[in-house]
């Protein structure tokens, strides 16, 4: 029942199932993230503009639980792509995470309409090499956005974090970022409970096959397809539950049933248009 890890393009491990704070009460961050690590989670997904990186930090202090066995992931936000302040943001999340350094750094979004994520791009590099970061990636980046970052510098982004979920699996931009060495972290895992993905037939009868709940199968969809994935929730039962994916396996069939599920359809905003 142990969480598998992925090996990034350099060298370090990854657990392929963490939790995400993204919209988690700043206030109540500390307590919920508390929850986590108890489950068993040991990779927190967080970024500056979630405004809760302090909160993650004290759960993280609490603990106790030995940096190397934890992975924490912080972004940069897009208002800080200028070197200068990209060099700055990293030193105020790490003051706020209390860790001298991340195990995973974003570029949160590329803006596309500033054109500065290359240089963005850049900043994270000398951060990596500061040792602020231990792996460096983006988030949020199309085909378009990852091709400059390839042709304009000497770094693999070791994880595009894109939104990805049953309705929308963008199969092209995976299989390129994959044939590239960039690992796909699947944001929004399970749509955000934005429409009734728990109520489709592929996911409630391979839910109720395995006696599982619907989160929990589209969970695993996510693992057995080889996402990053880092569900929310503010509830301890489920942030339990959705942690205990590791006793059960979708076949080939009910995985191909969660696959017809592909509607092009977001949750989120489009990259291009995040500014
Ligand atoms: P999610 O798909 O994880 O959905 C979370 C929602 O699903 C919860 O608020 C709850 O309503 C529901 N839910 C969770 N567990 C459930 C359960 N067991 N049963 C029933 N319902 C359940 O959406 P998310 O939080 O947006 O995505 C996960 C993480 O991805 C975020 O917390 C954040 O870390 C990251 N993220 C990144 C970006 C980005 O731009 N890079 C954007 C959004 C989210």
């Known amino acids: 029942n142990s969480v598998p890890t992925i090996e990034l393009n350099d060298g370090h491990r990854i657990p392929q199932l963490g939790f995400g704070v993204f919209k988690v009460d700043p206030a109540e961050t500390e307590r919920i993230v508390t929850d986590a690590l108890n489950a068993g989670y040991r990779h927190i997904d967080t970024a500056a503009i979630y405004g809760n990186e302090e909160g993650v930090g004290a759960a993280l202090k609490k603990s106790g639980i030995p940096r190397d066995e934890l992975f924490i992931t912080t972004k940069l936000w897009n208002t800080e792509h200028a070197t200068d302040r990209a060099l700055a943001a990293i030193d105020e999340s790490l003051e706020k995470l209390g860790l001298d350094y991340v195990d995973l750094y974003l570029v949160h979004w590329p803006s596309p309409t500033q054109d500065r994520y290359v240089e963005a791009w ?118 339990a539950a959705n942690f205990d994916v590791f006793d059960f396996e979708l076949s080939g069939d009910e995985m191909a049933g969660i696959d017809e599920l592909e509607r092009d359809q977001r949750v989120g905003g489009h990259p291009n248009d995040v500014e």
């Open 122 to 239: 850049h900043a994270l590099e000398q951060i990596k090499a500061d040792g602020k970061a231990r792996s460096i990636g983006v988030s949020n980046f199309l085909r378009e956005h990852l091709d400059r970052i390839l042709a304009e510098s000497d770094t693999v982004p070791a994880i595009d974090q894109i939104e990805l979920h049953p309705a929308l699996q963008s199969r092209e931009l995976t299989s390129f970022a994959r044939s590239k060495g960039i690992a796909i972290e699947a944001w929004g895992p399970l749509g955000q409970g934005k429409y009734p993905l728990f109520d489709e037939p592929a996911v409630a009868d391979a839910a109720s096959a395995h006696g599982k709940t619907p989160a929990q199968v589209v969970i695993r969809w996510h693992l057995q397809h080889g996402n990053i994935v880092f569900p929310k929730s503010n509830h301890a039962e489920r942030i």
